[in-house]
């Protein structure tokens, strides 16, 4: 019995594992900069209801409507922290997922059976 050879079904297997894993680690990443962008774009503009008062004789917003608008700000805070940690976690496992399906020679069970019968056709015709 022979070490099965690169072209073997398994190859394809684990190259197929691979591009999904790598697929699933750009998503991550890809949320990471979209959550990047959107929050650089959130702490360079005002916050609605709170920008500065454009003429000078204006009243001030309401009480209500600075209660409103921070709300609304803590609001977009908390889903940016979701997103990061979706993406974070999105990432991760699509590192993870790639380097498992990385060939391993010693944990692969067609080849850990080919390299024991080899072993034991060895020992066997050392014995004779």
């Known amino acids: 019995m022979s070490v099965p050879n690169s072209r073997s079904p ?3 297997a684990d190259l197929s594992c691979r591009l ?3 697929l699933v680690f ?3 990443v890809g949320i990471l900069v979209f959550v990047f962008v959107t929050a650089l774009h959130l702490f360079q503009s005002p ?4 920008e500065p ?3 000078p004789g204006a009243p001030p917003p309401a009480a209500a409507n600075i209660g409103v ?3 609304g700000f803590a609001r977009e805070l908390l889903l940016l922290g979701v997103m990061t940690l979706a993406g974070s ?4 496992k699509g590192a993870h997922l790639y380097f498992s399906s990385v060939y391993q020679p010693g944990l692969s ?3 850990s059976e080919a390299v024991k019968a080899e072993t034991l056709k060895a020992e066997t015709v050392k014995a004779d």
């Open 109 to 111: 069970p067609a080849h």
């Open 10 to 12: 398994q190859s394809h």
């Open 89 to 92: 976690l999105l990432a991760n």
């Open 26 to 28: 750009l998503l991550g």
């Open 69 to 71: 608008s921070l709300a």
């Open 53 to 55: 008062l454009q003429t």
């Open 20 to 22: 999904v894993a790598l």
């Open 47 to 50: 916050v609605p209801g709170l």
